[in-house]
T-cell receptor, first 115, second 113 residues
Framework: KQEVTQIPAALSVPEGENLVLNCSFT??????LQWFRQDPGKGLTSLLL?????REQTSGRLNASLDKSSGRSTLYIAASQPGDSATYLC??????????????FGSGTRLQVQP | SQTIHQWPATLVQPVGSPLSLECTVE??????LYWYRQAAGRGLQLLFY??????ISSEVPQNLSASRPQDRQFILSSKKLLLSDSGFYLC????????????FGPGTRLTVL
């Protein structure tokens, strides 16, 4: 059974700092990994989808990396801003031959960027 | 571009009352549709998914049901709400394969009293 872990659970940084959020998964046979952002009381916003064949995916100040062999993904946020404050979630899809559909989510990292 | 809508945004219902939450998607055809529940301290749990009109699958047994009367409409229902049904309900859509990106709606906060 796939398990997804995110460390740290919470992070507080001053504005302007570069930071890394970590996501680890137990079953390396994944097809992709998706990073989401969730603001309090809101839905999930998809940030990046990184395919298993990719090692990195970039969008603006965000860069996601994927190392399937070690079961890890990182989300790098450059020059953090107070508007980046949110909970960040990573998720992986189930194996293709299981017939399941549910994404497996990590528990999230709650980020606060201090102005 | 694709957009996903959910309503209502917030709902407070007494135990034993019925429930109907609606989700609609615009800008795409024949999407896979999903209902997730996010409960405090328990993460996101997939409740139902649908690959087409009238096709509903459930990942976990529960007090809820789902229907897909139209290609881009997904409804979550209950005949009698329980206290344990409280939570944040999120609708999502994805491509034909579950391995495509999933895009989430704004959510409905349900409180059962």
């Amino acid at each position: 059974k796939q398990e997804v872990t995110q460390i740290p659970a919470a992070l507080s940084v001053p504005e302007g700092e570069n930071l890394v959020l970590n996501c680890s998964f137990t079953d390396s046979a994944i097809y992709n990994l998706q990073w989401f952002r969730q603001d309090p009381g809101k839905g999930l916003t998809s940030l990046l989808l990184i395919q298993s064949s990719q090692r990195e995916q970039t969008s603006g100040r965000l860069n996601a990396s994927l190392d399937k062999s070690s079961g890890r993904s990182t989300l790098y946020i450059a020059a953090s801003q107070p508007g980046d404050s949110a909970t960040y979630l990573c998720a992986v899809p189930p194996p293709k031959d299981t017939g399941r559909r549910a994404l497996t989510f990590g528990s999230g990292t709650r980020l606060q960027v201090q102005p | 571009s694709q957009t996903i809508h959910q309503w209502p945004a917030t709902l407070v219902q007494p135990v034993g009352s019925p429930l109907s939450l609606e989700c609609t998607v615009e800008g795409t055809s024949n999407p896979n549709l999903y209902w997730y529940r996010q409960a405090a301290g328990r993460g996101l749990q997939l409740l139902f998914y649908s690959v087409g009109i009238g096709q509903i699958s459930s990942e976990v047994p529960q007090n809820l049901s789902a229907s897909r009367p139209q290609d881009r409409q997904f409804i979550l229902s209950s005949k009698k709400l329980l206290l344990s049904d409280s939570g944040f309900y999120l609708c999502a859509w994805g491509g034909m394969s579950s391995y495509n990106e999933q895009f989430f709606g704004p959510g409905t906060r349900l409180t059962v009293l």
